[in-house]
């Protein structure tokens, strides 16, 4: 892919979510959409950014029991996105539901632990272990389990990419070097997470938040 930036359109106005993708297209690979667009636009919505030509990453975080997650992606499958996540946390059965429920073309790709989380968070919900070793433990889980890749943070991704060469790595949480961090915790900036073998980056307020979006996007594309 020549440009891995997804651009996060965290928003659930859809007249907005659309004119930022028509400001930044250029200087982006694809479109995040997340559970904020999901709920307030539907299927509908994703329907009608699709048509902007950019691939989609439907962001829904998919976490159940097996038999439920896979109906859900099933009402999901006509919009064939290009990327969607589920919960590794939801387990073996549950990912390998997923995997099989989903289009042939869609990546599945497991969320491990929340950019947003650091390790007195995890033992706060009793995970034992740091974030680095719960994101290799989970990634294990999900290659093991059949589907195509994880999301984590810039911290783990060399070593789950180095543990799983054939994975496909999104790595939010990314900011510019004296970014606003906000509620990200694991934070690298973007080139940074491209050396460690991001396969696509996921960036929202750095680029949506800014004066210049278009600028913004540009310039975190040229660092790469
Ligand atoms: O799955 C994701 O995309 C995701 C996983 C994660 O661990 N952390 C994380 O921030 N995200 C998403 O990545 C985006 C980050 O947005 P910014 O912090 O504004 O760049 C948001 O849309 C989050 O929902």
């Known amino acids: 892919m020549s440009n891995r930036i997804y651009v996060a359109l965290d928003t659930p106005d859809l007249a907005k979510a659309h004119a930022m993708a028509g400001k930044v297209r250029r200087h982006v690979g694809g479109i995040k959409l997340g559970l904020e667009f999901f709920m307030a636009n539907g299927r509908p919505g994703v329907r009608e950014m699709a048509e902007l030509g950019l691939p989609i990453f439907l962001d829904l975080k998919l976490h159940d029991i097996p038999n439920t997650v896979a109906k859900a992606i099933m009402a999901l499958r006509e919009l064939a996105p290009a990327i969607l996540t589920v919960h590794a946390a939801g387990g073996r059965a549950m990912l390998e539901d997923a995997k099989a429920a989903a289009p042939a073309g869609t990546k599945v790709v497991a969320v491990t632990t929340l950019t947003s989380l650091d390790g007195t968070d995890l033992k706060s919900i009793g995970c034992m272990g740091d974030p680095h070793e719960q994101v290799l433990r989970l990634t294990e889980l999900a290659r093991d389990s059949g589907v195509d890749g994880v999301v984590c943070s810039g911290e783990e991704v060399a070593a789950a ?13 990314v900011r510019p070097a004296n970014g606003v961090i906000g509620d990200q915790k694991r934070v690298v900036t973007p080139r940074a997470a491209i050396d460690g073998g991001a396969s696509i980056l996921v960036v929202g307020r750095p680029i949506t938040q800014a004066e210049d979006p278009d600028t913004a996007a540009r310039e975190i594309a040229a660092t790469l």
């Open 161 to 173: 990419h180095k543990f799983w060469p054939k994975g496909f790595f999104v790595v939010p949480g």
